[in-house]
């Protein structure tokens, strides 16, 4: 059985940083497509990067967290993490990490939201100015 698992939520204030972790079970990312999204309150869920295996150098990020967002390999196994830095109130969202057996964001590309199979709870992030 696959769970995900994230974690790291929270507040901060504008310019400040935070980091989100999402750990696997039942499931590896080496070799298929991880992903982060976020659903603010009215707005549809929208995808906020993507990374195939452990190639962060390659990853795709949506224009508006390019720079500022990093998707990358955690330290703990079979983990992925986002690092958010210099965050603005317009981050305010549940964020969601999410799975797919799909080499399709190799390369940098974002899969279709129907890709992913698998989905974690959500995690709720807070930027207040």
């Known amino acids: 059985q696959v769970q995900l698992v994230e974690s790291g939520g929270g507040s901060a204030q504008a310019g400040e940083s935070l980091t989100l972790s999402c750990a696997a079970s039942?499931?590896?990312?080496?070799?298929?497509?991880m992903a982060w999204f976020r659903q603010a309150p009215g707005k549809e869920r929208e995808g906020v990067a993507a990374i195939y295996g452990h190639r962060s150098s390659a990853a795709w990020y949506a224009d508006s967290v390019k720079g500022r967002f990093t998707i990358a390999q955690g330290s703990a196994k079979n983990t992925r993490i986002l690092r958010m830095d210099r965050l603005e109130p317009e981050d305010t969202a549940m964020y969601y990490c999410?799975?797919?057996?799909?080499?399709?964001?190799?390369?940098?590309?974002?899969?279709?939201?129907?890709?992913?199979?698998?989905w974690g709870q959500g995690t709720q992030v807070t930027v207040s100015s």
């Open positions: 039942g499931f590896t990312y080496n070799n298929n497509c």
């Open positions: 999410a799975a797919a057996q799909s080499t399709y964001c190799d390369g940098g590309r974002m899969p279709p939201i129907s890709k992913f199979s698998y």
